[in-house]
């Protein structure tokens, strides 16, 4: 079972996807490996939630500080990294647990999915073109040449409005062409999302940040401006790094920090349910079911429900997944 075998914890922000990963590990037995690509960063702790060394309980991490906040990686660089990981696992017959809140780092891990090349030339004039004008003009661009493409991406989300338009100009394609069908590369591969009741979710997140400023967020961030952190492309856009350097150059007061914090990650979390939502072979299941870990393994060794249903315990409250 453990040769093929690599399972996928998934769902919104403040699900209770680490803790979940962890007890899997335990079981299985398994090892986490790491699909936030924020938590690559070291010093990023708690502004990222960041599982401790204690909370980890002795199970092996992969991909947790392996980058300085002045470095970036990408997508396709993650994948490499994180599949290398899984073989790892596999090659000492443990199972590979991946962890993470985000859809394209999850598919772009686990599904037959090959990046198109980079031109830095046509890259650079992309970003500089992004600088003069702005996300929404690229953005603008973007419907102009590939309508699909633009409805997937905001119009706020630079960095991939930049790439999108360099692969439709390297391939002469549209972008949407280049994501993959859901066909895992992992035979064995089951995935398992966290279903939490959005009013549920939005105050475990506000919850969150309070305990985030309260366990020296605002200390954080003003140790990795010193570290390098505006200096790199990827590291200062985590959730809740802005408002928080608003808030150290005196542009936001510390209440009104938290609360852009907490905002912004409510509106990531319903993004992040949507994305996993249109993957019909995640199973998912109640967050707060008081055997969670036993109904996990139950999926995880094959006796698997209708990948559209949520599991059903004593109590559920939950029954087809949403849209």
């Not at 335990?26 to 070291?42: F, H, T």
């Not at 000492?92 to 686990?110: K, M």
């Not at 475990?204 to 790199?232: A, C, K, T």
Request: with cysteine; hydrophobic share 40%.
């Amino acid at each position: 079972m453990v040769e093929s075998l690599v399972v996928a914890v998934v769902g919104p922000t403040a699900a209770g996807k680490s803790d979940l990963s962890v007890a899997l590990c335990k079981q299985l037995p398994g090892e986490v490996v790491n699909a936030d690509a924020m938590q690559v960063y070291r010093g990023m702790d708690i502004g990222t939630a960041k599982i401790t060394p204690a909370e980890r309980a002795g199970v092996p991490h992969h991909l947790l500080d392996i980058l300085d906040v002045t470095q970036t990686a990408t997508v396709a660089d993650f994948q490499q990294l994180a599949r290398a990981a899984i073989d790892d696992c596999l090659g000492r017959q443990v199972v590979p647990v991946l962890t993470g809140g985000s859809a394209l780092y999850v598919r772009a891990i686990l599904d037959d999915f090959e990046f198109p090349g980079t031109d830095p030339a046509v890259r650079e004039r992309l970003e500089a073109e992004l600088e003069d004008h702005g996300s929404g003009a690229l953005h603008a661009k973007l419907a102009a040449v590939d309508p699909a493409a633009a409805r997937q991406i905001l119009p706020s989300n630079g960095r991939r409005i930049v790439r999108a338009l360099e692969v439709i100009e390297l391939t002469g394609g549209p972008y949407v062409a280049t994501l993959p069908e859901r066909t895992y590369i992992y035979p064995g591969a089951v995935t398992l999302g966290l279903d939490v009741p959005r009013p549920v979710l939005e105050e475990r997140i506000n919850r969150r940040v309070d305990r985030m400023f309260e366990q020296g967020f605002v200390d954080e961030v003003r140790s990795l401006l010193g570290h390098g952190l505006l200096d790199g492309v990827t590291a200062h856009r985590a959730l809740g790094y802005s408002p928080v350097i608003a808030l150290l150059r005196g542009e936001l007061s510390e209440a009104e920090a938290r609360e852009k914090t907490a905002q912004t990650t409510r509106r990531f979390a319903r993004r992040q349910d949507s994305w996993f939502r249109k993957d019909p072979r995640i199973t998912w299941l109640p967050w707060d079911a008081p055997d969670l870990v036993d109904q996990a393994l139950h999926v995880v060794r094959g006796n698997r429900p209708a990948s559209h249903d949520v599991v059903e315990v004593e109590g559920a409250r939950h029954v087809d997944a949403r849209g």
